[in-house]
């Protein structure tokens, strides 16, 4: 199979399921409401919420990007580090189920040589 043949092709898609990555941006927007809250009583406090409601932002946007591409010629992983997997070298592609949706437990195992 070529390169332009896997590419054509639309891949299986797991990613982080939605409540997931939406319950961490609105966490940290009340945070950001409880920071302009308290921005003039206790500035310090005010300083931690902002630094918290922006590293919770952060975190729900990048969680959304993580997830398995699955093409007929590989597993393509997207975490800290994107890479792709042979089908060769996969010893399992598995799903896991959490509080009755689908998790972003995904993950795929490459065979040690």
């Known amino acids: ?7 054509a092709e639309v891949p299986v898609q797991i ?20 920071a302009l809250l308290w921005r003039s009583e206790r500035p310090l406090f005010a300083l931690y919420w902002l630094a918290l409601g922006c590293l919770s ?4 946007f990048w969680q959304r990007t ?10 393509n992983l997207r975490g800290f580090r994107r890479r792709s997997i042979a089908w ?17 437990g995904s993950f ?5 040589r």
């Open 15 to 34: 990613r982080t399921a939605r409540r997931i990555w939406i319950q961490q941006i609105v966490t940290g927007g009340l945070w950001l409401v409880l």
């Open 88 to 104: 060769q070298q996969v010893q399992a592609v598995v799903h896991h189920r959490r509080l009755g949706t689908w998790g972003s």
């Open 1 to 7: 199979m070529s390169i332009e043949q896997c590419a």
């Open 108 to 112: 795929a195992r490459a065979a040690s």
């Open 66 to 75: 993580l997830g398995i591409d699955l093409r007929s010629c590989s597993a």
């Open 57 to 60: 932002i952060a975190q729900g």
